[in-house]
């Protein structure tokens, strides 16, 4: 009889209230992204003010490479601006420090360092901007 009480407190009462705290837990990264990046209006105007000579492709296959990293869609990737740091995005998906997360700048330098032939694992997790990688990307390649 203990064995089938320990079954139904598994099943009925800790991996609902563990599926619950997880939603919860979405909304609330959903809801800090939406306050701080994807409220803003497009950021294509200013991606091209701050480089005139690269071609709105150029910016969209860069953003793309930041936007799949992070887990977010495509249609977010103009929310970013050049002025963003990477850090505070990465610090608004995960405010609490020593928590597990999906290793998203890791994957972010990994996939940079592919496409782009840069190495930027140190700069990445200081206070480097999104504009600050591009425009080493584009060093690179020319």
């Not at 999906?102 to 200081?126: C, N, Q, W």
Request: aromatic share 14%; net charge positive; proline share 4%.
């Amino acid at each position: 009889m203990g064995a089938d009480n320990s079954k139904w407190l598994f099943w009925y009462v800790i991996i609902p209230m563990v599926l619950i705290i997880s939603a919860i837990h979405r909304w609330n990264i959903s809801r800090r992204l939406k306050l701080h990046y994807w409220s803003k209006p497009c950021t294509g105007q200013e991606w091209k003010k701050n480089f005139p000579d690269a071609s709105k492709y150029e910016i969209r296959d860069f953003l793309d490479i930041f936007v799949n990293a992070f887990g977010f869609g495509k249609k977010h990737r103009l929310s970013f601006s050049p002025s963003d740091k990477v850090i505070d995005v990465y610090h608004t998906l995960y405010p609490t420090q020593g928590l597990p997360d999906g290793l998203e700048i890791e994957s972010f330098v990994g996939d940079l360092e592919r496409k782009y032939g840069v190495s930027v694992a140190d700069s990445v997790v200081t206070n480097v901007t999104l504009g600050e990688l591009f425009a080493s990307t584009r060093h690179q390649s020319h």
